[in-house]
């Protein structure tokens, strides 16, 4: 037999595993009659008794099973298939009690499927019942999907091992529909979703290897557009692009503190940047230099630094990381400039005390390497232009507003009487904040500098914060809360 594999996805809700659709010739011929009364219409009802599901495969297995009819059984079928539906044996008997007995000394050790069937006199088929059976050990792995949560039409990985060599023969079944296969090979499978899927539910996914071995994983199908990049049960918040959008930069719980990790978004392990025992914060990522900036408590007792720098060392060295920041007062939100402006190649906030009198401020700073801190508005959370001419942040209520660098400038207030945070200015120009209260939850919306173009990007019925747009603008990342826990998500835009 070649060497064949499936990926085969089952939604339980939907599809039942005690009954298949036969691959054989037999079929359901008809009505027939009763000699000239109501014609028999109704088909047989069979169950197979022996042997169990989820049975071992002997090298003789006795198969067994019932059937009732309301006129006569004329015929009972049993079939050993694949578990890609393919018939390997078939046998028959006229009578009961009903049973057969199937020689698979010369079968492969892998899974089964052994089925059985019934045809009464006037030629009403019953369904197929089936049962599964397995010989040896599984030699395939399923290590699971990347990404973890994906969308209709979107690309999805298997991953594991002992998936058998691309000989062209396999293919992608998802609940009855046939997904194409992009790459094949022993490690991994790449397909994309098929059209006609439910979204917005975690279905079962199952991988037969060489139509022997059956691997089972779940997945979730998440409205269009959006994939979820972590799966985990810590929290991941705060995320960035690096400056080519391959990679994404956030902050997670995961090695038990707070720190800084990155993940590719073509799928790859995580891999940590920071591990000082304070906790680190929400990253950004010098789009010219790759430098990271990040909060850290690891500054002075009780309050939180702008540090900046390299944290992982390449195959050169040059690893380093330092304070910019280092005073009794809350530093977060660093921003850096895709283009210097004046000067000014990093933006943050700070809850600043101006009075020494124990009462803060959140308020925006400049920084520049010659010029040092240089006040510029009061507020949080705020993003440079493309240009670095001007910065969109959000105010004490929670408005979204802009501002030019400079001394004097007046800011521009784009949005009231809404809860909007975090803006973050795109390279086309726009830009993207998430907005309480949408239906009860956070939704993500855009708009124009200038106050125009206001739109609602996201607004499912779960929580969406902190975006931030890719280098080109195609992609949205963020942190959504959908499942219990807060993970990253990317959303593509239409």
């Not at 691959?23 to 009659?33: E, M, Q, Y």
């Not at 008997?93 to 698979?104: E, N, V």
């Not at 098929?194 to 997945?219: F, H, K, Q, T, Y």
């Not at 994939?227 to 400056?243: G, H, K, Q, V, Y």
Request: proline share 6%.
């Amino acid at each position: 037999m070649r060497n064949q594999a499936v990926l085969l996805i089952v939604i339980p809700l939907f599809a039942s595993l005690n009954g298949c659709s036969s691959d054989s010739g037999i079929t359901d011929t008809g009505g027939g009659g009763t000699g000239g009364g109501v014609a028999d219409t109704l088909a047989p009802v069979v169950s197979i008794t022996s042997p169990a599901d989820g049975s071992g495969l002997p090298a003789s297995l006795g198969i067994a099973g019932t059937a009732t009819d309301d006129t006569e059984i004329d015929t009972v079928f049993f079939e050993a298939r694949d578990l890609c539906g393919l018939a390997l044996w078939s046998a028959h008997d006229l009578g009961p009690p009903y049973a057969a007995t199937w020689d698979a000394s010369g079968e492969q050790d892998g899974g089964y499927r052994v089925c059985m069937a019934a045809v009464d006199t006037a030629g009403n088929m019953s369904d197929w019942a089936c049962v599964n059976v397995s010989k040896g050990t599984v030699a395939a792995r399923l290590d699971g999907f990347w990404p973890k949560a994906t969308y209709i039409g979107s690309r999805i990985k298997a991953r594991g091992s002992g998936f058998g060599a691309d000989d062209g023969s396999g293919r992608v079944s998802i609940f009855g529909h046939e997904a194409t296969i992009e790459e094949w090979s022993d490690s991994a499978v790449t397909f994309v979703i098929p059209p006609g899927l439910p979204s917005d539910a975690i279905i079962s996914m199952e991988v037969l290897v060489n139509c022997r071995w059956r691997l089972a994983g779940d997945i979730e199908i998440m409205p269009a557009g959006i994939i979820r990049l972590t799966d985990a049960s810590t929290m991941e918040e705060f995320p960035c692009w690096n400056a080519d959008g391959s990679m994404i930069y956030f902050c997670s719980t995961r090695s038990g503190n707070w720190d800084i990790w990155r993940i590719a978004v073509a799928g790859g392990e995580w891999q940590q940047v920071t591990s000082d025992p304070e906790p680190d914060f929400m990253p950004d990522i010098d789009p010219s230099s790759g430098e990271m900036a990040w909060m850290s408590e690891r500054g002075v007792e009780g309050s939180y630094d702008i540090y900046h720098g390299y944290p992982i060392c390449g195959p050169g060295g040059g690893c380093w990381e330092a304070p910019i920041t280092a005073d009794n007062d809350v530093n977060r939100a660093p921003a850096y400039s895709s283009q210097v402006y004046q000067g000014y190649s990093m933006v943050y906030g700070q809850f600043y005390d101006p009075d020494d009198d124990g009462s803060t401020v959140p308020t925006i700073f400049l920084y520049s390497g010659t010029a040092g801190h240089v006040e510029l508005a009061t507020g949080d959370n705020p993003s440079f232009s493309p240009n670095g001419r001007y910065v969109a942040y959000q105010n004490n209520d929670y408005e979204i507003c802009t501002i030019e660098v400079g001394a004097g400038a007046d800011p521009a207030i784009l949005t009231t009487g809404y809860g909007d945070f975090n803006p973050h200015w795109g390279n086309n120009g726009r830009i993207v904040f998430h907005r309480n209260g949408i239906d009860g939850y956070i939704g993500l919306c855009v708009i124009n500098p200038d106050g125009s173009g206001f739109e609602t990007l996201l607004d499912q019925r779960w929580d969406q914060k902190d975006p931030a747009w890719s280098p080109d603008c195609s992609k949205i990342v963020f942190t959504g809360h959908r499942s219990g826990n807060f993970d990253i998500y990317v959303y593509d835009l239409p």
